[in-house]
């Protein structure tokens, strides 16, 4: 079965680092990109970034280049997406997707609840 | 405020069709292929249509989806209480490198 299984939620203050993951199974991880989606509470869904994980390529929204980074270890089938420095504002549910092309998520995590909060 | 202008809300009664729009620029709709996601409640998005008019395997040809020029559209027919939810149109955009935009969201009300 395809699968994309992420890591679980997360309670943080402002200012803590963060490392979150998705792991894939059931098919050839390597050539499918996996990409992250964010969605505030209550808002619409916002594309943060994408990787190759044959090659690392690895391309970023505007919004969120700088802002969190994006990396992957093919050993383990799994991709990340961490923080160095949270913010309240980082509050929200983070999905990872697959996609065969840059453009087009086929199948999705389950989602990761970051709660920023002091 | 999105590149993607979605229609913040949209509604029809059982058995009715109902259309989606999504309006972009050059850079993004009018240059490239368009996507468009459903999102139940407390679930994560779920894929309906890709390159514009193409479904993915087990979603109902209840779905469709069309593009011209600088827009695009979903269209639901035969529309059931289990369409009720979130609908988001999705596309990449040429512009500072190229990356994926998404529409606002439209949220999908049946009567």
């Known amino acids: 079965e395809v699968q994309l299984v992420q890591s679980g939620a997360e309670v943080k203050k402002p200012g803590e680092s963060l490392k979150i993951s998705c792991r894939g199974s059931?098919?050839?991880?390597?050539?499918?990109?996996i990409g992250w989606v964010r969605q505030m509470p209550g808002k619409g869904l916002e594309w943060m970034g994408i990787i190759y994980p044959a090659d690392s390529d690895t391309r970023y929204s505007p919004s969120f280049q700088g802002q969190v980074t994006i990396s992957v270890d093919k050993s383990v089938t799994t991709a990340y997406v961490q923080w160095s420095s949270l913010k309240a504002s980082d509050t929200a549910i983070y999905y990872c997707?697959?996609?065969?092309?840059?453009?087009?998520?086929?199948?999705w995590g389950q989602g990761t609840v970051v709660t920023v909060s002091s | 405020q999105s590149v993607l202008t979605q229609p913040p809300s949209a509604s029809g009664t059982p058995g009715q069709m109902v259309t989606i729009s999504c309006s972009g620029s050059s850079s993004n709709i009018g240059d490239n292929h368009v996507s468009w996601y459903q999102q139940l409640p407390g679930t994560a998005p779920r894929l309906l249509i890709y390159?514009?008019?193409q479904r993915p395997s087990g979603v109902p040809d209840r779905f469709s989806g069309s593009k011209s020029g600088t827009s695009a559209s979903l269209a639901i027919s035969g529309l059931r209480s289990e369409d009720e939810t979130d609908y988001y149109c999705?596309?990449?955009?040429?512009?500072?490198?190229?990356?994926?935009?998404f529409g606002g969201g439209t949220k999908l009300t049946v009567l």
């Open positions: 390159r514009n008019n």
């Open positions: 997707a697959r996609g065969e092309l840059l453009d087009t998520f086929d199948m």
């Open positions: 999705a596309v990449w955009d040429d512009s500072l490198s190229g990356h994926v935009v």
């Open positions: 059931g098919y050839s991880f390597a050539h499918f990109w």
